[in-house]
């Protein structure tokens, strides 16, 4: 009895994970052949199926797996964990949803590293806690879009969706997920996907969708796509079939070394001057993309190139000195390379 018990459980493993690898499901006769047993035989494990194993009797008493419920198993080492810590730091930090899954994940993280790092342990057991804090953001329609995009990517099926511009506009859109992006600076994701119309790969906000269904057409991620080299030119999310543009700045002395501690984009280039201040450069897609960060540092950076950017910030230059009651004159002083920042800070 024990060997034939023995015998079920290997053969339910073997369906198990020809359903893992058949996303769309397979009859019983398909099972059969594969398994190379009677369709009868197939038919005797109904009644051991486990609960992540369900026969869809609305699409043709398909065998599938319920990928929402099926659980993985994966270990970590100490090193290993550490990272899973970090990641759950800036998860919890840099987004503002309620999202119950990612709580429940770190928090599953956190109890398996209990006994092998307990201090590691209570901190992302921490980190989940902050995700699933009933004070942040509830988003049900966010999380049901995520939940959709999330089976559309993993079973390769289309979704209809409903989009909102910035203007409130909303349109309709037949989509296919081909990667979904985080971003850290306005606390988002971005989904980027083949979008019909036009029939060409876009990106979405994914709090901008207001509406998703899952179809059941199907479709294949092109072997060429590879998100890392179209967002390789990209200071975040943005990207573009252009040729990058050249983005030189020149921050002050006194933020020189703070500027030298972080990578900020993978092609930077900077040059030490010899006044102290520092000189970075980098071939950006959309040199818009990054008015945040140089916003961030106030009067202690200045935008050489592109033309274009350096006017934008010079406006909204005038429009602060304006707002707080200042007015600006000067001529320029090429013998000076500080001018733009003294101009800030006295002379």
Do not use: C
Not at 22 to 43: D, F, I, W
Not at 206 to 215: G, P, S
Not at 329 to 344: G, K, L, V, Y
Request: charge should be negative; proline fraction near 5%.
């Amino acid at each position: 009895m024990a060997k034939k018990a023995t015998g079920k459980a290997a053969r339910l493993l073997q369906i198990e994970a020809l359903l893992l690898a058949h996303p769309e499901g397979l009859t019983q006769a398909e099972l059969a052949r594969k398994l190379q047993v009677n369709r009868s035989t197939v038919g005797r494990y109904v009644e051991d199926l486990p609960g992540h194993i369900y026969i869809d009797d609305l699409d043709e008493n398909r065998w599938k797996l319920d990928r929402d419920g099926y659980l993985v198993r994966v270990r970590f080492n100490m090193h290993e964990a550490l990272s899973l810590h970090l990641a759950a730091r800036l998860m919890a930090t840099r987004t503002d949803k309620h999202n119950p899954h990612a709580a429940a994940a770190l928090r599953k993280i956190g109890i398996s590293l209990e006994a092998l790092a307990p201090l590691i342990s209570e901190h992302v057991k921490a980190s989940a806690d902050v995700m699933d804090d009933q004070a942040r953001r509830h988003d049900p329609v966010y999380l049901e879009v995520l939940e959709t995009l999330t089976r559309a990517w993993s079973v390769g099926r289309k979704v209809w969706l409903k989009h909102q511009l910035a203007d409130q506009r909303v349109f309709e859109y037949t989509f296919a997920p081909y990667f979904i992006e985080p971003y850290a600076v306005g606390q988002t994701a971005h989904v980027i996907g083949w979008r019909e119309p036009p029939g060409a790969v876009r990106t979405f906000k994914v709090e901008r969708i207001r509406a998703i269904r899952l179809l059941s057409e199907p479709y294949t991620i092109p072997a060429d796509f590879d998100p890392h080299t179209l967002l390789a030119d990209a200071w975040g999310i943005w990207y573009t079939e252009k040729e990058p543009e050249t983005v030189v700045l020149r921050f002050h002395p006194r933020v020189a070394a703070r500027v030298q501690e972080t990578q900020w984009f993978q092609g930077e280039h900077i040059t030490l001057q010899e006044d102290g201040s520092l000189l970075w450069e980098a071939a950006i897609a959309e040199p818009q993309e990054m008015l945040p960060w140089i916003r961030g540092w106030g009067a202690d950076v200045e935008v050489l190139l592109p033309e274009t950017l350096r006017s934008q910030l010079a406006g909204e230059v005038r429009r602060l000195a304006q707002q707080y009651g200042w007015e600006v004159h000067r001529e320029s002083d090429p013998d000076n390379p500080h001018q733009f920042f003294d101009d800030f800070f006295g002379g």
